[in-house]
């Protein structure tokens, strides 16, 4: 009888462990350096990890030309790439298998040049994972661990903030306020190493020197300070690059890791279509 009894114990015991890592959320390691989010890779074809970029902002994911040849990928169709304030040739590259940690990645890449990038970070380049990655899905980004999650549901508990999430084609735009002005659409865009982009026809008086940003290429962008308001959480004296026109059609800017950085963790959930802001304890 004791064994028997000793036995149930056992198997309710691994049972409730098998439940338990089966509710564990998959996460992943990322470091945090140059306002940018960056992962390692591993793909059949490389014996050592690649490096790439967390980049909700890119419209797919991205290997960079010079990488996708080294580890020779077969390179697909060719495809016009835009960027900011640039359009680049691209190659479709199909049925990739790459992952980060335990997490898998979008099979489907783009094979661009991201070599100017990389000389802007002082760091090689070799990927952007993009929008494709946080479709159908609930992920959390803990800048205060510098982790990132696949979550099963929705965080518990109340966050300090929620914001409606708009998901189209090509990129996934929150509201924001600027300077008390109306409620406008931003690109969320963690391949922002600065804090906000604004598309205004305004010019402020303390308006400062251009500042130089290097992604697909090189562009000179004037700088000046706002009001950024997101949800009830507001942020004061917010570097901001100017731009006359849209960026992406559409969209009034970029919300970059600058002010994303501020909360202890941002969770995407393409799935309610939420982001969940949790401040940071003091």
């Not at 495809?79 to 190659?91: E, N």
């Not at 998901?167 to 600065?194: E, F, I, K, Y």
């Not at 950024?228 to 901001?240: A, D, E, I, S």
Request: glycine share 8%; proline share 5%.
């Amino acid at each position: 009888m004791r064994c028997g009894l000793f036995a149930i114990v056992i198997l309710f015991a691994a049972l409730f462990q098998l439940q338990a890592s089966s509710l564990a959320p998959i996460e992943v390691p990322f470091q945090y350096h140059d306002g940018l989010l960056w992962v390692q890779v591993t793909v059949p074809q490389s014996a050592e990890p690649l490096n790439f970029l967390v980049d909700s902002g890119a419209g797919a994911s991205v290997i960079n030309l010079v990488t996708a040849n080294r580890i020779g990928l077969q390179l697909g169709t060719a495809i016009a790439v835009r960027g900011v304030q640039t359009t680049l040739t691209g190659y479709r590259l199909e049925s990739v298998s790459a992952q980060a940690g335990d997490i898998p990645l979008p099979a489907s890449y783009v094979a661009v040049d991201l070599e100017k990038l990389g000389q802007a970070c002082n760091c090689r380049v070799d990927g952007l994972v993009g929008m494709d990655f946080f479709r159908d899905k609930i992920v959390q980004i803990d800048f205060a661990t510098q982790k990132i999650r696949l979550l099963k549901s929705a965080p518990a508990g109340k966050s300090d903030d929620s914001l409606p999430l708009e998901l189209r084609p090509n990129g996934m735009c929150v509201p924001v306020r600027v300077d008390g002005h109306r409620s406008q659409w931003v690109r969320l865009d963690t391949g922002c190493a600065s804090a906000f982009q604004w598309v205004t026809s305004k010019v402020h008086p303390e308006q400062g020197p251009n500042q130089t940003a290097i992604g697909l290429a090189a562009i000179s962008i004037p700088q000046t300070h706002t009001t950024v308001r997101l949800g009830t959480q507001k942020f004061y004296k917010v570097p901001t690059g100017l731009h006359a026109g849209p960026i992406f059609a559409g969209e009034a800017g970029l919300l970059g890791n600058g002010l994303l950085s501020h909360f202890s963790t941002v969770t995407i959930d393409t799935k309610s279509e939420r982001v969940f802001l949790q401040k940071r304890s003091s």
